[in-house]
């Protein structure tokens, strides 16, 4: 609890006006724009192997985060709210990470009796 | 909301006479407590009978219709366990019953009591009660949607109970619903059956989500002035930590439902493998059951502790309570309940071990499974040193707090074996367990249910329930408990397995007919003896005792409304303000052996108070 | 949002600021109405939806021996005879792109309580999110049309189809709820709802700006899907 001298009368909340400038909607929406745009040249030039995949990955981080960041506003909200949100993402991040051990188990062992016709 | 410096006047009047001669002036700076930050929420009162009986916005209603619709749900999961005891422990008597019934009554009492009676009754039933009067909001914050909560809910409970009417009857996969064979045919009710089962957990699914966002937005924004995160009662800590595991593990299951859904009505392989069936190749092929499997533990370990967290918490409060005594380490509990939750995702393949998954997955989860008994156990270390030279009275609720924790020890400990993948894999599959899960999540949740229940009752109702009547019901459900899990690990570890409707002539079937049948009567009385409880609040709402304001002499806001029971808006015209925890239990120096929450500090400036 | 005052309180930035918002009393998430901070844990619970439904998709794609169709032939348009590569998918993508632009406008406006301005864009996304359904009605039917089901495709492994109607199909849905809302808030707005602080119909609740910005929140959600399933299904 702050430690405050004063016994004050609560004023009435604000209502809130202060909004972002329209600028800054703009510019984001443009790079939105030309980010899916980029991420379709990868498709469209048929970039192969991993430069393929860490092209795709990067547009999609970087138009996930603007997103998150500008139109959902997470960039001015407070981190209280922000670290909520983006801890969960632990738990994804650890099943995204075994059910790809998984799935390489899985096709190891379907090539293994099913092809190879087992030891 | 009232903007004034709540109660200065009565301030004084208590003070001079707790004070009495001491310091003598008040110090307003002490007792400062900020200003209201939220303004009041404006509720919709009812006009009407159907809208304050049946389709009603209070959460107090809206809990008590959970908690009735969830008692109902594990009646009828009881006498499912009553019919499978009949089989196991006297086949001769329970001729009317073929494999199929069996099975399908042990799938049907595993997916109620888990779902639909546990969770249901923690979050459903106690949450809704108890967290707005426990952090000191008026109602839920979004009273339609909290009511829209359980009317999904009890739809989805009809849903449930139809698959018992339809043809095939309910499904009879087991409750881990595991493909491919649940939706083979052969499998009792792979029909109908276990469409309206997959159906039925997605409207839970999504009823229940409406009422876990309710229940984290009161907690995290609408407490009143002075409650903090750590002033909070632990069963507010509890049952939202297990809100928040519901609402991240909840995913998992509707996903699963859903492929499941479509793998039965579309012909889609998500889960299915290429099948033989009587020499034929079913049109399914490629899919993968284990991703089930996943899915399904991804949700259903948290399931664990959504149903345990809750327990954990209201049986600190039970326990601190009625030993007169303040909880053993509060900051160490919450954190370990925080702790419990975040680990439990990522736990949930140790119910794999025998599944034919990534083989490196056994060194991973045994590892994580371990470490989660750390903060258990330091939770088990601090009820115990909470009753260590308390005041303890030995009154009814006492003795379920006591019961469920020699009950969890025991189901914790057999936790640790199976935990371990070189000590699972035989003991899988078993009896041990199902002894195990049914101490640790059975059991234990029980004893804390039916303590709560004696405690709040005279919340809910005014009426104190009898405690002769109480004290039977406990005994002869804490020791009938033990006779009938207490044996099961004995047979776990001759080898039978569960989920068996007979074990023909083989040798575990010969040697353990005795202690079937000993099970099995410990199971028909225990099952009985819960209708004492049945009995008793009939019997209290009739002609029982009317209960004081706040019987059992305890902190928390829930007993500080200005009626008994609370009326629509809990508080009267203000709400209170919170100055200190809830475990202000016999303070040296303190007039009463309890500081209630509500008490300014100017009040008891003589007193030697924790500093929360 | 940025800049407000809470009595008695001090506003610290950053994770100091965390740590005494999570410390305090009454609110976790300071200045955040309720509705909002509803809407943000329903997203994130939804976010989890989205997780396991994409996490099936690479077990399932990842552990099938059948090879995966190719997407970027699979989705093609024929523009005068000539294939482009996911033509259909990338006008999807600019166009709810397009809408969640208007939308954040809308909530901008809104606060500012410029009720035409915000009424205009509302409608310009809902739009926005019926072309999108509409052109989605038009890759499912022309895929079916070349014999893509649920249970099998002409093109490779079975799962392809299973998972593309299944997640597209539930993104979808998503989409048409979104939709249905925006329409009516297109009503709520025009028709002065939240100037005059009108109750809602169901839940009696007072009306504020502050629901375009929670429907704005589910709105940019259901493009954010979009990105990841346009990068996992399409592009990868």
């Known amino acids: 609890m702050e430690e405050t001298n004063k016994m004050e009368e609560p004023n009435k909340q604000e209502e809130q006006t202060s909004t972002q400038k329209i600028g800054i909607y703009l510019w984001i929406w443009g790079l939105l724009f030309v980010l899916s745009f980029f991420s379709y040249m990868v498709d469209w030039y048929q970039f192969q192997g991993m430069l393929r995949w860490s092209l795709i990955l990067f547009f ?49 062992s379907r090539f293994f009796y099913f092809v190879v016709g087992g030891a | ?148 909560s359980f009317w999904m809910f009890f739809v989805a409970v009809a849903v449930l109970m139809a698959s018992f009417f339809v043809p095939g009857g309910p499904t009879g996969a087991g409750w881990t619903l595991y493909p491919p064979q649940t939706i083979l045919e052969g499998t009792p009710g792979s029909g109908t059956g276990i469409l309206l089962m997959l159906i039925s957990l997605s409207l839970f699914v999504i009823g229940f989500t409406m009422g876990g966002l309710n229940y984290m937005i009161t907690i995290l924004q609408a407490r009143t002035r002075g409650m903090t995160l750590m002033r909070m009662p632990l069963t507010v800590w509890g049952i939202f930590t297990a809100t928040v595991l519901a609402m991240l593990a909840f995913p998992a299951l509707l996903v699963s439902a859903i492929m499941m859904t479509l793998d039965k009505v579309l012909q889609t392989s998500f889960f299915m493998p290429t099948i033989l069936k009587a020499g034929e190749v079913l049109e399914y092929g490629g899919g993968s059951p284990i991703l089930f499997q996943h899915l399904f533990w991804f949700f259903g370990h948290p399931e664990v502790y959504i149903v345990a967290l809750p327990a954990f918490g209201i049986v600190s409060d039970l326990i601190s309570v009625h030993a007169r005594k303040n909880i053993f380490g509060y900051r160490m509990m919450v954190w370990a309940i925080v702790g419990i939750g975040g680990l439990s995702f990522f736990v949930w393949a140790h ?88 101490m640790v999540m059975g059991i234990a949740p029980l004893m804390v249910i039916m303590g709560a229940v004696y405690h709040w009752f005279p919340l809910v109702a005014g009426k104190m329930l009898s405690e002769t009547l109480g004290k039977w019901h406990f005994w002869i459900t804490f020791l ?133 | 949002m940025s800049e407000q005052k809470i009595d008695g309180f001090e506003l610290r930035p950053g994770f100091k600021g965390m740590a005494s918002d999570t410390g305090s009393d009454q609110t976790m998430f300071k200045g955040v109405h309720w509705g909002k901070a509803m809407m943000w844990i329903f997203l994130l619970s939804d976010t989890f939806v989205f997780s396991c439904f994409l996490i099936s998709y690479m077990k399932g794609r990842g552990s099938t021996i059948v090879d995966w169709p190719n ?31 208007t939308m954040a406008l809308a909530v901008k406006y809104g606060y500012e309580k410029n009720r035409k301005m915000c009424g205009w864009l509302i409608l310009a996304t809902a739009v926005g999110g019926l072309t999108f359904v509409g052109m989605q009605v038009f890759e499912w039917s022309k895929l079916i049309h070349e014999g893509v089901r649920p249970w099998g495709n002409p093109f490779g492994a079975a799962q392809f189809g299973s998972f593309f109607f299944m997640i597209t199909g539930f993104h979808g849905f998503h989409v048409s709820i979104g939709v249905i809302f925006l329409f009516i808030y297109t009503y709520k707005v025009f028709a002065g709802h939240y100037d005059s602080k009108k109750r809602g119909w169901f839940t009696k609740m007072k009306g504020d700006y502050v629901e375009i910005e929670i429907l704005g929140l589910y709105w940019h959600f259901v493009d954010l899907v979009w990105v990841f399933i346009f990068a996992f299904f399409y592009l990868w």
């Open chain 1, 60 to 108: 999609m981080f970087l138009k996930a985060g603007l997103i998150m960041a500008f139109f959902m506003h997470l960039f001015w909200e407070r981190y209280a709210l922000v670290n909520v949100l983006l801890w969960p993402m632990t738990a994804i991040a650890c099943f995204i990470f075994l059910m790809n051990a998984e799935f390489q188990y899985t096709l190891f």
């Open chain 2, 1 to 148: 909301m009232s903007d004034e410096y709540d109660n200065n006047k009565s301030y004084q009047a208590q003070s001079s006479e707790v004070l009495d001669g001491s310091a003598g002036s008040i110090n307003p700076d002490m007792d400062y407590v900020r200003p209201a930050e939220i303004p009041e929420q404006d509720l919709y009162h009812a006009h009407s009978f159907i809208e304050k009986w049946i389709f009603c916005q209070d959460a107090k209603v809206i809990g008590v219709q959970y908690f009735l619709t969830a008692v109902f749900t594990g009646i009828v999961g009881l006498i499912l366990s009553w019919l499978m005891r009949l089989q196991l422990g006297f086949p001769e008597l329970a001729g009317f019953m073929t494999a199929e019934h069996y099975y399908q009554f042990v799938t049907m009492h595993g997916m109620i009591m888990v779902v639909y009676f546990l969770t249901a009754l923690f979050l459903g039933g106690f949450g809704n009660y108890l967290i707005p009067l426990m952090v000191g909001a008026r109602d839920m914050v979004f009273p339609y949607v909290n009511m829209l």
């Open chain 2, 351 to 438: 119910h794999m071990y025998v599944s034919g998954m990534n083989p490196w997955f056994g060194f991973f989860f045994a590892t994580t499974t371990l470490i989660i008994a750390v903060p258990t156990a330091m939770k088990v270390y601090n009820w115990i040193l909470t009753l260590w030279r308390g005041n303890i009275r030995i009154n009814t609720v006492m003795l379920w707090c006591l019961g469920f924790i020699v009950t969890f020890v025991n189901g914790g400990i057999t936790g640790i074996f199976l935990g371990n993948v070189s000590v699972d894999v035989p003991l899988s599959d078993t009896y041990f367990v199902v002894a195990h899960f049914h």
């Open chain 2, 480 to 612: 009938g408990a033990y006779s009938i899990y207490f044996p099961m690990h004995y047979l776990g570890f001759i080898g039978v397995p569960r989920r068996y409707f007979e074990m023909y002539d083989s040798p575990y079937m010969t040697s353990t007919v005795g202690m079937n049948e000993f099970i099995s009567v410990a199971a028909f009385i225990v099952g009985a003896a819960q209708f004492i409880l049945v009995f008793n609040i009939i019997k209290t709402l009739k002609t029982g005792k009317k209960a004081e304001q706040n019987p059992w002499k305890a902190n928390s806001l829930e007993w500080y409304t200005s009626t008994v029971p609370p009326e629509h808006g809990n508080f009267g015209e203000r709400l209170p303000v919170v100055h200190r925890w809830p475990y202000d239990f016999s303070v040296p120096g303190a007039k009463d052996d309890f500081i209630p929450q509500t008490t300014a500090p100017s009040e008891v400036a003589n007193t030697e108070v924790e500093k929360t």
């Open chain 3, 71 to 101: 997407t970027s032939e699979v989705f093609s348009l024929y523009v005068g005879g000539v294939p482009v590569p996911l033509l259909l998918i990338a006008i999807m993508t600019f166009v709810l792109i397009t809408s969640s632009g």
